[in-house]
């Protein structure tokens, strides 16, 4: 199991406290001093991450364990995946993180910060739907740029006595940032693909200082509005089946004429580089197999599917290459051992799935929203069960029964939504673990033996009423 005993009351109280009422105007009490803070911005992929380090002092007169970060309110929607730990304590793992409300992220240090102490921060988050192409319109054989908005003052609920930002392009074509006039010309620095803001002096708190860049990214930017993640687990079959469907945008450039096959076959042979989405490549777990893909008209057979000991690998290709403002949604599944996720303790099971499998791109991929459903066996009880990903990014998370055919009891499902997450999550697992007594497993026979019978013995019934009747 990957995730440590030490991160479970963290995890389960993120799923307790989902959703909490949105609190009117919270303002963190000023606690805290950032002595130091280093922001580090990556707009290498189709969405931003953000690393910020940032040494803490406790400057109030007693002992202090919630730090709390302030987000642009503009911003706090699209952003995801928060991850603290303590940046000279690895061991301690990560801090739990909690929305308070559409501004504020808190963070519980796992011991209170005594008054004067410091402790340093690493401080990861996402942000989706980051940038906007521009120009909005280009050529289909065209470069595309794309505009990221942001702060060279890093978000901070605190006063910060010295700060910089650095920011990270996929490469060196930046052709317009925003440049500061007069004395303050040094604090703006660009080499090669990395451009920095700062050193900066005493900031106070929520100071934000908005500039822009304009960087090159010929790449498309998959943006996963809805997944849906199906998992079947059947102790009969001795299988696990995958089912997901994409609902899937290019958030890049629009075309500014109509998309030409005959000029895209010839451009695509000596310059491969484009902002259309033209495959998508899945990494699965090895050993899969019956993999499928279909879309609106239906099954597509311009897949590839390699399944070994080693690895297995689902590519897939739009029938159409996707271009900015065009939607791909399609559905793509398998089958796998259940040895592979499952695990037998006596009556106890114990299943490991990844909470997000999807396709594994140089570029990137974001997820608005991923609902995770694990349909467990029929019988199934005492169902536990603890996602691997950041609290603050679960949304829902819920335990429903589900009925299909020649079912009794009906089905227990563990369904977990979650939002604004990105690729860097694939393979953070889900644990289920659940009782499965010896009669559960019979109950399905027992169940269409009984079917089977009752049908003979209507039979047998009506048989007898019809010689009944034919006798009189
Ligand atoms: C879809 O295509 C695969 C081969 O690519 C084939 O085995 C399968 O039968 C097809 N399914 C349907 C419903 O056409
Ligand atoms: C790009 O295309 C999408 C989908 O057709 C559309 O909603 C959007 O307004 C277009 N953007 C521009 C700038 O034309
Ligand atoms: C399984 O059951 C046996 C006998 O009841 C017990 O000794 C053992 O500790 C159990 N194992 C687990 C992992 O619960």
Not at 116 to 133: D, E, K, M, N
Not at 234 to 254: K, M, T
């Amino acid at each position: 199991m990957r995730f440590t005993p030490a991160l479970l009351p963290a995890l389960l109280l993120g799923l307790s406290s989902a959703v909490s009422p949105a609190v009117a105007a919270f303002a963190p009490p000023a606690a805290f001093k950032n002595v130091n803070l280093v922001h580090i911005v990556s707009a290498e992929k189709n969405y931003v991450k953000e690393t910020i380090n940032v040494l803490v002092e406790n400057i109030a007169s007693s002992p202090q364990q919630e730090y709390y970060l302030a987000i642009p309110s503009d911003k706090f929607a699209h952003i995801g995946g928060f991850e603290v730990k303590d940046r000279k304590d690895a061991k301690a793992g990560s801090f739990a993180t909690e929305a308070v409300d559409d501004t504020h992220i808190r963070i519980t240090l796992p011991t209170p910060l005594a008054p004067g102490a410091q402790q340093t921060l690493g401080i990861t988050y996402y942000f989706l739907s980051a940038y906007r192409p521009l120009p909005a319109l280009i050529a289909q054989d065209h470069k595309q740029y794309l505009v990221y908005d942001f702060s060279a003052y890093a978000p901070s609920a605190y006063e910060t006595t010295k700060q910089k930002t650095e920011v990270k392009f996929p490469n060196s074509d930046v052709p317009d940032y925003t440049k500061f006039e007069g004395g303050e010309k040094s604090l703006v620095q660009k080499q090669g693909s990395k451009l920095t803001y700062g050193p900066f002096d005493t900031q106070p708190a929520g100071a934000l200082r908005p500039v822009s860049a304009r960087f090159e990214f010929t790449k498309p930017v998959s943006h996963v509005e809805r997944l849906e993640r199906d998992i079947e687990v059947s102790h009969w079959g001795g299988n696990v089946a995958f089912e997901e469907r994409y609902q899937l945008i290019n958030r890049g450039a629009n075309l500014s004429s109509l998309f030409n096959r005959v000029k895209w076959a010839q451009s695509a042979f000596y310059n491969p580089q484009t902002f259309a989405l033209k495959e998508l490549k899945f990494p699965l777990r090895p050993g899969s197999a019956d993999a499928y893909y279909t879309d609106v008209i239906g099954n597509v057979s311009t897949s590839r599917f390699r399944s070994g000991k080693r690895e297995a690998l689902l590519e897939i290709k739009p029938r159409y290459p996707v271009f900015g403002g065009w939607t791909f949604p399609f559905t793509i599944g398998w089958n796998a051992d259940a040895t592979t996720f499952l695990r037998r303790l006596n009556n106890s099971y114990v299943l490991n799935v990844p909470f997000l499998e999807g396709p594994k791109q140089p570029e990137g991929v974001e997820y608005e929203t991923v609902r995770l459903q694990i349909l467990l066996p029929e019988g199934a009880e005492n169902v536990k069960y603890w996602a691997n990903i950041p609290s603050s990014s679960i949304a829902t998370s819920t335990l429903t029964t589900h009925k299909t055919f020649l079912d009794t009891k009906g089905r227990t499902a563990v369904i977990i939504v979650a939002r604004n997450l990105v690729d860097e999550f694939r393979d953070r697992e889900v644990t289920v673990t659940y009782d499965y007594p010896l009669l559960a497993s019979l109950r399905k026979p027992i169940v269409v033996f009984a079917s089977v019978l009752s049908l003979f013995v209507a039979a047998y019934l009506i048989g007898n009423v019809e010689l009944k009747f034919s006798k009189k």
